[in-house]
């Protein structure tokens, strides 16, 4: 296939979609679309591909490196234990968005200059929406509408910033933006970072996800889950590794979202804000900037792909069986669910950082990072933040979904297509979190995988995962904050999960801004009509 993309395998493949016969057929077309894709990918090799020119620049669709290759081979994984996940969908709409907006996620991620990447970041943008709008309903089409606004605000940053950066430097090549003497206060590079935070979700930028992915469908919010932010993610990564302002960003990130999923009664929700702590984790590898950052940040995004995918994939087969996922509704399904019950388990104890689970070994390297360059303070923040996760994703999910008071719900248990594509989430977060006992860290196939060279500098390296301070360290976070959970849980202090609405800064814009769009709405119309009575008369005449 010579230097033919493998995001376009992807794209292409997906508008293919609705000219192949819907059922079997179809889904067999769309699960072999990641498996080439990612057989081309290994092809191709470490190198740039695709050159071609326009406006009499030279630019690169597809640069295959360390950082690039890891984002791919985890998102084509993902792509497929999606497909598998929703084997039941017949709507052409979800089976073709499902597939072209990962495709140009994947784009960005392999973009190698600026106009690509942006090319790639508006093709997300725009199809992503249709997975929220497959819903169907009043509250998606309004969530939808206002995820657009984000996303076309980003692109508009980004444009912007890309053209004042080819103006300042006569480059459009995308690589570190401040390895040319410029810093993050020149308006090129401020654009652009402003851009990436919108789609990373930095706080008071984070609203979109909580407002829109849990009004998408049963396996459109595990997509959407997936790739948008982490797009963000991988672009900070090749153009503001080392920015200190990151670190502090992500802190805060790991840290505030905790308050709001603890009181969350929507699971799904509870897991966006989960989603939000994650990225923050990553965002404070990036800021640090030290190969072992950075390698703690792609492998910490490869796992989190998997593990929280298998929670959402969870929460999903719930929504299908039962039609609801809150809280308040919910316990008991153990009973009738017993597999779901148990790959949510999987994942709760993974993206808690559990030893012999995924989270564990990757996690690990950036609170490591953290102290290692005396960020004290940001490294007491992580573990904090660590602790918090176990609640909110840990043991909130599982326990108030599947145990917790008998709802008095039987539903059948998941579908068999939902349930393979849960195992093999399953199996991969154990397969990786347990690796290394047997291989050693430079054996660890995870490891193998990083953009940066494991280099094993002493016994206490953040790279060995199985060292006895690590796990003890570990099972402590965990053994306390389970423990505070369970004090609280007793003595009724810990919050119920209520029938409730929680307020979050997007009340600001939903609320005060839809009022204030009202009132210039009319206003200018009152306006227009006020010069159109003065202007009509001497029309006619």
């Not at 996922?325 to 009738?336: I, R």
């Not at 070994?361 to 996760?389: D, N, P, Q, R």
């Not at 297509?417 to 290394?436: N, V, Y």
């Amino acid at each position: 296939m010579g230097e033919f993309s493998p995001a376009l395998i992807i794209l292409l493949g997906g508008l293919a979609v609705p000219f192949i016969p819907n059922g079997l057929a179809r889904n067999l077309f769309m699960l072999a679309l990641p498996a080439v894709a990612g057989a081309q990918l290994f092809a191709l090799g470490f190198g740039e591909y695709g050159a071609y020119g326009l406006f009499g620049q030279s630019l690169t669709l597809t640069r295959v490196d360390g950082l690039s290759r890891i984002f791919s081979t985890v998102f084509l994984i993902a792509i497929a234990l999606n497909i598998i996940f929703a084997w039941h969908v017949r709507d052409a709409v979800q089976q073709v968005a499902a597939l072209v907006y990962p495709g140009a996620a994947l784009g960005g991620v392999l973009a190698g200059d600026l106009i690509t990447l942006f090319v790639f970041w508006e093709i997300a943008a725009i199809t992503s929406v249709l997975l929220i709008w497959a819903s169907r309903n009043k509250r998606s089409f309004y969530a939808g509408m206002r995820y657009l606004g984000w996303q076309i605000a980003s692109g508009v940053f980004l444009l912007a910033g890309v053209a004042l950066y080819f103006r300042a430097t006569g480059s459009l090549a995308f690589d570190h933006f401040l390895e040319g003497g410029m810093t993050l206060g020149d308006p090129a590079v401020l654009l652009i970072f402003i851009a990436f935070g919108i789609k990373s979700a930095f706080p008071l930028l984070h609203n979109w996800v909580q407002d829109a992915y849990p009004e998408s469908t049963v396996s459109g919010t595990i997509v959407l889950s997936i790739f948008t932010t982490k797009l963000a993610v991988v672009s900070l990564a090749r153009g503001f590794a080392g920015v200190e302002a990151l670190i502090y960003i992500g802190a805060a990130m790991t840290a505030f979202p905790i308050f709001f999923a603890v009181i969350e009664n929507d699971l799904r929700r509870v897991l966006t804000y989960s989603l939000n702590n994650q990225v923050g984790f990553m965002i404070v590898g990036i800021g640090i900037g030290t190969p072992l950052a950075l390698n703690g940040t792609a492998s910490y995004a490869f796992t989190n792909i998997l593990f929280e995918g298998l929670l959402f994939m969870a929460m999903g087969a719930v929504l299908y069986r039962t039609g609801t996922v809150k809280g308040s509704e919910l316990g008991g399904l153990y009973k009738t669910m017993p597999w779901t019950t148990f790959f949510c388990i999987i994942g709760a104890a993974s993206i808690s950082a559990f030893p012999l689970f995924s989270g564990f070994i990757s996690k690990g390297l950036i609170i490591g990072a953290a102290a290692k360059e005396e960020y004290f303070w940001v490294w007491l923040t992580l573990l904090f933040a660590a602790a918090g996760v176990f609640h909110h994703s840990g043991i909130k999910i599982p326990f108030f979904a599947f145990f917790a008071h008998d709802s008095g719900k039987r539903p059948k248990e998941a579908p068999l297509h939902m349930l393979i594509a849960m195992g093999i989430a399953a199996f991969l977060c154990i397969f990786i979190g347990s690796a290394q006992i047997f291989t050693g860290p430079l054996g660890d196939p995870l490891y193998a995988l990083m953009p940066f060279e494991v280099k094993i500098e002493d016994s206490y390296s953040p790279y060995i995962a199985y060292t006895a301070p690590h796990i003890i360290t570990q099972l402590q976070i965990l053994l306390f904050s389970g423990l505070a959970f369970a004090v609280l849980q007793k003595t009724g202090l810990y919050p119920s999960e209520l029938k409730s609405t929680n307020l979050d800064t997007d009340w600001l814009y939903r609320v005060p801004g839809r009022a204030f769009l009202g009132w210039v709405s009319g206003a200018s119309r009152a306006t227009w009509i006020a010069l159109g009575g003065f202007s009509w008369p001497a029309y006619k005449r």
